[in-house]
């Protein structure tokens, strides 16, 4: 379900946000902590990490910010308007494991 809101992991305001399971389902998070995180930043996760490094390692959003891939991202959204949906490439070593 998208609506406006806080990006929890971004921090930008007024943006359309999704619930992003910080532990995903399919490893046991289907009623674990969730956070708000605008569509941008969730993508990202999802295109950089696989579900089982998420929660292997990835569990808090100050995880995610201390991340380093994810950092860079961060980094550049905070810059963008709230508007601003960029494509999002899935990371090569991601596409190798499929």
């Known amino acids: 379900m998208k609506k406006r809101g806080y990006c929890e992991l971004c921090e930008r305001e007024n943006v359309a946000t ?7 389902k399919d490893e046991g998070g289907t009623f674990a902590e ?3 995180l605008c569509i941008p930043c969730h993508k990202q996760i999802h295109a950089l ?3 089982k ?3 292997s390692r ?3 959003i100050l995880h995610l910010k ?3 891939k994810l950092r860079k991202f961060l980094k550049w959204i905070r810059k963008q308007p709230a ?3 960029p494509k ?3 990371a090569r070593h991601r596409k190798k494991r499929r």
Do not use: F, G, S, V
């Open 53 to 55: 490094e998420l929660a």
């Open 83 to 85: 508007e601003t949906i």
């Open 18 to 24: 999704t619930i992003h399971h910080l532990l995903p």
């Open 49 to 51: 990490y696989t579900n």
């Open 58 to 60: 990835l569990t808090t």
């Open 34 to 36: 969730t956070a708000n």
């Open 88 to 90: 999002t490439k899935t």
């Open 66 to 68: 201390q991340d380093e």
